[in-house]
């Protein structure tokens, strides 16, 4: 997970309000055989495509992320045991900046001057806005990954696929209003911004109409929540969320559960993985998601990603959730690209002419539909809905999006 990221501007670590692993820094992974032909970020003929994706894949904020460079390589297996992209077999690097930003700039860097990547498909950095200027003056564009990061939706040479984090938060809070007007917010303890997170919630509660009767911090290392658990009883709210990584949030609600909270739980992105599947003190909750649920299988374009999961990380166990499968959904968004410049020659500019040539574009339904503006920072307000039935996971509107009102966001970001 990324630390539950709080999605402000504040971001590094806490999902809508957070949610993060992998290897070392400056790690490089080729996924295709043959060396790349590319030079100064560019391909022709049959050449390999080179890639790069930079994330938080090892550190203090590395869990649920730790298996997304793998589904990037699925991804790129899929696609060059496919024939490639028009020809093009895709060339992946991978880059961990373990949560640093010096080692991202670093990371950054090499992509671009010694990789010669065309693209960073899949941003699941939790320091990208250190190295975004970088990447935007060397025009590199940014396509898809996790999207509640505020330099998703500020930079116009970042490409989201899903909600920014005030939308995101927005519908937590939305969500939370369904269910009663007592609401309450356990957030962690270790980070400024999850602090900072906690007071755009309570804005967004008091827009909503919604009584934020709870809102304190939660340690990600206490063994005991004894204590926070009896004050989220005895505020009476019909609702709460742990704005902590997936597995400490899980840890928490069983013990609160255990402590007699019978308020729902409503989840923020990313935060529910398959390790939630099959417990009781989690049935019922309610949660958004940046694209389509990761579980489902009711589409073709669904049922491929469950398919390469299956083939090709069949490990991915507890692991499998919201930032692994916007991972996916960042290739796909490449491909679309690709697909759409109107070129056989792939360079950062054609990926760009690719990208705002895209109407609308929902991926047969991974994602909202997105449309690029040439110059312009894309802010997405739409997000998926998903839920814990008799301890299954199931889709609460289907692969409908729901959206945030444009006047609340705009209104916040201009605060900015």
């Keep these: 997970m990324h630390a ?98 010096a080692t991202a700039v670093t990371a950054a860097h090499e992509l671009v001057q010694q990789d010669k990547v065309v693209a960073i498909v899949g941003d699941g950095s939790n320091v990208d806005a250190a190295w975004a200027p970088y990447v935007q003056q060397a025009g590199v564009p940014v396509v898809g990954g996790y999207s509640l ?86 505020s009476g709210v019909q609702s709460y969320s742990i704005f902590e990584a997936g597995g400490v949030a899980l840890r928490i609600a069983q013990q609160c559960n255990q402590q007699g909270v019978t308020a729902r739980l409503i989840s923020a992105p990313g935060a529910i993985t398959a390790s939630w599947g099959g417990i009781a003190a989690v049935n019922g909750t309610i949660g958004t998601e940046m694209t389509a649920p990761w579980f489902d299988s009711s589409t073709p374009a669904t049922a491929a990603y469950q398919a390469a999961m299956e083939k090709y990380v069949p490990d991915i166990g507890s692991q499998q959730g919201g930032e692994a499968s916007a991972q996916w959904v960042a290739g796909q968004l490449f491909d679309a690209a690709v697909k759409a410049s109107g070129t056989t020659t792939v360079t950062p500019a054609s990926v760009k002419k690719g990208l705002y040539a895209l109407k609308a574009e929902t991926l047969g339904g991974l994602t909202q539909p997105l449309t690029y503006t040439a110059g312009k920072p894309t802010v997405l307000n739409c997000y998926f809905t998903m839920g814990i039935k008799n301890q299954q996971f199931v889709t609460v509107n289907g692969l409908a999006t729901s959206c945030a009102p444009a006047t609340v966001i705009d209104a916040i970001l201009k605060a900015m």
């Design 149 to 234: 990061n505020p330099t998703m939706f500020t930079n116009p040479d970042f490409f989201p696929q899903g909600p920014n984090g005030i939308a995101a938060n927005y519908g937590v809070v939305a969500l939370a209003k369904t269910v009663g007007p007592k609401y309450g917010v356990l957030y962690c303890a270790e980070a400024a911004q999850c602090k900072q997170g906690s007071t755009l919630v309570a804005a967004l509660a008091k827009a909503l109409g919604v009584t934020l009767a709870i809102n304190a911090p939660v340690s990600s290392t206490a063994t005991d929540y004894t204590a926070i658990c009896q004050q989220v009883k005895a």
């Design 4 to 101: 539950h990221r709080f999605a402000l501007g504040a971001v590094a670590v806490c999902s809508a309000l957070v949610v993060a692993a992998c290897s070392s820094s400056g790690q490089s992974s080729t996924a295709a055989n043959g060396t790349s032909s590319s030079i100064g970020g560019s391909t022709t003929a049959s050449s390999a495509i080179p890639i790069g994706i930079i994330g938080s894949y090892s550190g203090t904020q590395a869990a649920s992320l730790g298996v997304v460079p793998n589904v990037a390589q699925a991804w790129a297996s899929t696609v060059n045991a496919a024939g490639g992209l028009d020809g093009h077999p895709i060339k992946l690097y991978i880059k961990d900046d373990a949560g640093n930003p």
